[in-house]
């Protein structure tokens, strides 16, 4: 067991790495942080200057070394726009984002799992029919659009909730909803698939001849057994939660990191830009690194395979 967590923690450090290397040679080909905070009048000494105060006058490969070696010390840069702390305006976003993300999983567990497991349970019938045709239309309409939607409907037409903002819990209705609709879809088409195939296992027709009622063989053997996978599905939510906050933040102008990474992307913010990216893969490791040590802990088979 312990050595299949050191396996996986460092391959949570050698994905998080390949990931902040990814960032940092992207956002440094894609224009000139100088011009755009500068703008393109400015003159030359001035462009030149700002650049050797930010060390982008220094090579790329120099630029790259200083910068792991500041993560490793903690120093996740200063902001270019606001200069403040890089990872405290980051920080700061946090709790604004949290309050539409956890929501928004806990909507999507409590909904989209049982739906799916009704559905499974009640094969070819019309609530089975019901509840695919809505999974596939909340996992495939973009969420921009659904957004764009529900703000038209229950904004613009109805006049019933605010269209953005976060003055008041009111606010964070529609936002909640537009992160919450796809991952129901996607969890009870994934629940359905999950619980159809336990169900055709011998087992289920043996706890069944056995005698045992049919709500014991389902809370008993067949629920257990469907929810190993869906902790797959579950754990990378989880992890996605910060970046699939960007486009409904920007959509409903809610001052979270999303916003922010949008922000700080158009005004060539490195270093926030960095540690914004830097959190959602981290957050996306772990919690693919959390669903690793409970296939380890649920199934042995994985332990013995990840040690050969």
């Known amino acids: 067991m312990i050595r299949f967590v050191l396996v996986r923690l460092l391959r949570a450090v050698i994905t998080i790495l390949a990931v902040v290397s990814f960032a940092f040679v992207v956002l440094r080909m894609s224009g000139d942080p100088a011009q755009v905070m500068l703008g393109p009048d400015v003159p030359q000494d001035a462009l030149d200057a700002f650049r050797r105060t930010w060390g982008l006058d220094q090579p790329l490969w120099v630029q790259y070394?200083?910068?792991?070696?500041?993560?490793f010390t903690g120093d996740f840069g200063v902001s270019m726009r606001d200069k403040a702390s890089a990872l405290h305006l980051v920080l700061e976003r946090v709790p604004a984002t949290l309050q539409l993300t956890v929501p928004a999983l806990i909507f999507k567990l409590l909904i989209g799992i049982p739906a799916g497991v009704y559905a499974a349970l009640h094969r070819q019938s019309f609530a089975d029919r019901g509840v695919i045709m809505l999974a596939i239309m909340g996992f495939?309409?973009?969420?921009?659009v659904m957004g764009l939607v529900l703000v038209l409907v229950f904004?613009?037409?109805?006049?019933?909730?605010?269209?953005g903002g976060q003055d008041t819990w009111v606010h964070g209705i529609l936002p909640?909803?537009?992160?919450s609709i796809g991952g129901i879809g996607i969890l009870a088409r994934f629940s359905r698939s999950a619980m159809i195939e336990v169900?055709?296992?011998?087992?289920?027709?043996?706890?069944s001849a056995k005698g045992l009622k049919w709500r014991d063989v389902i809370w008993s053997h067949a629920l257990p057994n469907a929810a190993v996978p869906i902790v797959t599905i579950v754990g990378f939510m989880?992890?996605?939660l910060i970046a699939g906050a960007v486009v409904v933040e920007s959509i409903f102008s809610w001052p979270g990191i999303g916003r922010l990474l949008v922000v700080s992307v158009s005004n060539r913010d490195l270093a926030v830009v960095q540690c914004i990216l830097l959190v959602i893969a981290a957050a996306m490791v772990v919690s693919n690194l959390v669903v690793d040590l409970l296939y380890g802990?649920?199934?042995p088979r994985l332990r013995s395979h990840a040690a050969h």
Do not use: E, H
Request: hydrophobic fraction near 50%.
């Open 140 to 144: 495939t309409i973009p969420s921009f």
């Open 65 to 71: 070394l200083a910068y792991i070696k500041s993560i």
């Open 155 to 163: 904004s613009v037409l109805l006049g019933v909730l605010p269209s």
């Open 199 to 207: 169900m055709g296992q011998p087992y289920i027709r043996t706890a």
């Open 176 to 179: 909640t909803i537009t992160m």
């Open 238 to 240: 989880a992890g996605s």
């Open 297 to 299: 802990w649920l199934d």
